[in-house]
């Protein structure tokens, strides 16, 4: 397999990009992601309301909720390129956080026209894979955008709203023409999730049809699939989402570098992860979201359901860790 594509001045050869989760992507995982070959990682959505809300308020006088929510945009020591994924609707408010998040050292936005969660794309909202279906809006937010920054801007969508209604290849144009420089297409519609059969056909024909570099995504559970992708559309790259949970090794897989390893390295990284979390996050918050973690690391030996069920019960790191020495290594 052999890829290479550039976005403004950065160059990646073989391997995987890091799809955005909210909820996971954050500083410990991209930084694991990374040290074991992920070309770069991407930021949760992060709100532009947000960041413009709490950048000019009193940050004391907010400081709990805005810290939060500004802490989605940290970066690791030594992250390299940072890219930071924005959404909203309002082109000036996505222009204002755009400098903002530039002015805080992000090296590339990414734009997020693909989330079908509710809260980001009903009530008026409007964010996210809603934007597929007002075109201009879309490409007025991304031409605004690249002309508020002079770091790379990107954009990350579906192939359309639903089966019937895929305009993919339209949005990928649109997004080139107002100065996004790469692209990554989600190949499904918004009606599928993020679960069920991805269309490398249509994936295809929006290759096609930009010049651009698109990154493919969906579905890749290991480098057979990434080759998968990349043979029937012609994609630039991928990008790997669920994949990478629990399983950071698929990077160094698709790059070449290594395997999933044996049960005792995954419980080593499992306890890295949960030191890199609590440094990030402090330990109470460390230990609650790094459960969900365990459980993906954490599959595959006798007894391994009965195990991640007593996780509840690591309720500080030194508890986390003594449950962790009891996996049959
Ligand atoms: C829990 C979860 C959170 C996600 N959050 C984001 C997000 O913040 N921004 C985004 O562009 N996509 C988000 N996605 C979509 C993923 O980036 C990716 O496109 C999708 O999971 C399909 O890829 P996969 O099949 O490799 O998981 C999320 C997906 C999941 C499962």
Same mark, same amino acid.
């Given at each position: 397999?052999?890829?290479?594509?550039?976005?403004g001045?950065?160059?990646?050869?073989?391997?995987?990009?890091?799809?955005?989760?909210?909820?996971?992507?954050?500083?410990?995982?991209?930084?694991?992601?990374?040290?074991?070959?992920?070309?770069?990682?991407?930021?949760?959505?992060?709100?532009?309301?947000?960041?413009?809300?709490?950048?000019?308020?009193?940050?004391?006088?907010?400081?709990?909720?805005?810290?939060?929510?500004?802490?989605?945009?940290?970066?690791?020591?030594?992250?390299?390129?940072?890219?930071?994924?924005?959404?909203?609707?309002?082109?000036?408010?996505?222009?204002?956080?755009?400098?903002?998040?530039a002015?805080?050292?992000a090296d590339i936005i990414?734009?997020?026209?693909?989330?079908?969660?509710?809260?980001?794309?009903?009530?008026?909202?409007?964010?996210?894979?809603?934007?597929?279906?007002?075109?201009?809006?879309?490409?007025?937010?991304?031409?605004?955008?690249?002309?508020?920054v002079d770091i790379p801007?990107?954009?990350?969508?579906?192939?359309?709203?639903?089966?019937?209604?895929?305009?993919?290849?339209?949005?990928?144009?649109?997004?080139?023409?107002?100065?996004?420089?790469?692209?990554?297409?989600?190949?499904?519609?918004?009606?599928?999730?993020?679960?069920?059969?991805?269309?490398?056909?249509?994936?295809? /024909?929006?290759?096609?049809?930009?010049?651009?570099?698109?990154?493919?995504?969906?579905?890749? /559970?290991?480098?057979?699939?990434?080759?998968?992708?990349?043979?029937?559309?012609?994609?630039?790259?991928?990008?790997?989402?669920?994949?990478?949970?629990?399983?950071?090794?698929?990077?160094?897989?698709?790059?070449?570098?290594? /395997?999933?390893?044996?049960?005792?390295?995954?419980?080593?990284?499992?306890?890295?992860?949960?030191?890199?979390?609590?440094?990030?996050?402090?330990? /109470?918050?460390?230990?609650?979201?790094?459960?969900?973690?365990?459980?993906?690391?954490?599959?595959?030996?006798?007894?391994?359901?009965?195990?991640?069920?007593?996780?509840?019960?690591?309720?500080?790191?030194?508890?986390?860790?003594?449950?962790?020495?009891?996996?049959?290594?």
């Amino acid at each position: 397999m052999t890829n290479a594509f550039r976005i403004g001045s950065y160059e990646f050869g073989r391997g995987a990009v890091l799809a955005p989760m909210a909820g996971i992507t954050n500083p410990p995982f991209r930084q694991l992601c990374q040290e074991l070959g992920a070309l770069y990682c991407v930021t949760e959505l992060i709100s532009c309301h947000a960041v413009v809300y709490f950048d000019e308020k009193d940050k004391n006088r907010h400081k709990k909720r805005g810290q939060k929510t500004l802490a989605l945009m940290d970066r690791y020591v030594g992250e390299h390129p940072h890219v930071v994924q924005l959404y909203g609707r309002e082109p000036d408010v996505m222009a204002d956080a755009a400098r903002i998040v530039a002015r805080e050292g992000a090296d590339i936005i990414d734009l997020n026209f693909g989330c079908p969660a509710r809260k980001v794309i009903k009530n008026g909202s409007g964010c996210g894979v809603a934007l597929m279906r007002d075109p201009e809006l879309l490409g007025e937010i991304t031409r605004r955008v690249v002309a508020a920054v002079d770091i790379p801007v990107t954009a990350k969508t579906r192939l359309g709203y639903g089966r019937d209604e895929k305009n993919g290849v339209e949005i990928a144009q649109i997004l080139e023409k107002n100065g996004a420089e790469l692209i990554t297409i989600h190949a499904r519609t918004r009606e599928q999730g993020h679960s069920g059969p991805v269309d490398c056909d249509y994936l295809k /024909q929006i290759v096609e049809a930009v010049n651009v570099p698109v990154i493919g995504n969906g579905g890749i /559970q290991s480098l057979a699939d990434a080759t998968e992708m990349m043979r029937q559309s012609g994609c630039a790259g991928v990008a790997v989402g669920q994949g990478a949970k629990g399983n950071p090794w698929i990077f160094s897989e698709i790059a070449g570098t290594g /395997q999933r390893p044996d049960l005792a390295s995954r419980v080593a990284t499992c306890r890295r992860h949960l030191d890199l979390y609590v440094a990030w996050g402090g330990e /109470q918050r460390a230990v609650t979201e790094m459960r969900k973690h365990a459980c993906w690391y954490l599959k595959g030996f006798d007894g391994a359901a009965a195990f991640r069920k007593r996780l509840g019960e690591a309720t500080s790191r030194g508890a986390f860790y003594r449950l962790l020495d009891e996996v049959p290594v």
